[in-house]
T-cell receptor, first 110, second 112 residues
Framework: GNSVTQMEGPVTLSEEAFLTINCTYTATGYPSLFWYVQYPGEGLQLLLKATKADDKGSNKGFEATYRKETTSFHLEKGSVQVSDSAVYFCALIVLGDMRFGAGTRLTVKP | GAGVSQSPRYKVAKRGQDVALRCDPISGHVSLFWYQQALGQGPEFLTYFQNEAQLDKSGLPSDRFFAERPEGSVSTLKIQRTQQEDSAVYLC??????????FGPGTRLTVL
């Protein structure tokens, strides 16, 4: 079946530190891959996406590259800010079936 | 409206009560999805509509859960005889294409 596994948290970083949140997937067919962010008390917001192998999604300084050979879509940011504190979800969709990882809580301290 | 809206935002129910959760999708979005998000977990698929047709309800956990979208716009998720294990955030998403879903803020249901 289709599934997503992402790095368990929580992750705590200092401001301006480098961020990596690992995500790997299993899917039948050719999935599109996503990172969603959920700020406290709010719904899921699409952060970035990639629809085919080697595509790089990017937004607000975050990046993730669709790696078919390693079935991965790791999220990175070079310099995190306090405002990046949130829960991050990796997700895939294939043939209308959308699956999410369990989420990784990121806390950035000043 | 600018985005997907859901109401109520918070609902407290006594065990055994029926509840109804509403979702207003983005205007013009054909597809609508419901998800259940337990505390500390990612969203889990419940059901999917294309216009008024419910094409997939494989994620509904029991026959106490029922969803409808009679006019292909607003959708209602109904839970009958609520149980404590139904406590979760219920998310609605609408979609203009197969790859992109826009989520509402969710309804947090607490069953006492």
């Amino acid at each position: 079946g289709n599934s997503v596994t992402q790095m368990e948290g929580p992750v705590t970083l200092s401001e301006e530190a480098f961020l990596t949140i690992n995500c790997t997937y299993t899917a039948t067919g050719y999935p599109s891959l996503f990172w969603y962010v959920q700020y406290p008390g709010e719904g899921l917001q699409l952060l970035l996406k990639a629809t085919k192998a080697d595509d790089k999604g990017s937004n607000k300084g975050f990046e993730a590259t669709y790696r078919k050979e390693t079935t991965s879509f790791h999220l990175e940011k070079g310099s995190v800010q306090v405002s990046d504190s949130a829960v991050y979800f990796c997700a895939l969709i294939v043939l209308g079936d959308m699956r999410f990882g369990a989420g990784t809580r990121l806390t950035v301290k000043p | 409206g600018a985005g997907v809206s859901q109401s109520p935002r918070y609902k407290v129910a006594k065990r055994g009560q029926d509840v109804a959760l509403r979702c207003d999708p983005i205007s013009g979005h054909v597809s609508l999805f419901w998800y259940q998000q337990a505390l500390g977990q990612g969203p889990e698929f419940l059901t999917y509509f294309q216009n008024e047709a419910q094409l997939d309800k494989s994620g509904l956990p029991s026959d106490r859960f029922f969803a409808e979208r009679p006019e292909g716009s607003v959708s209602t998720l109904k839970i009958q005889r609520t149980q404590q294990e139904d406590s979760a955030v219920y998310l609605c998403a609408s979609s203009p294409d197969p790859d992109t879903q826009y989520f509402g803020p969710g309804t947090r249901l607490t069953v006492l």
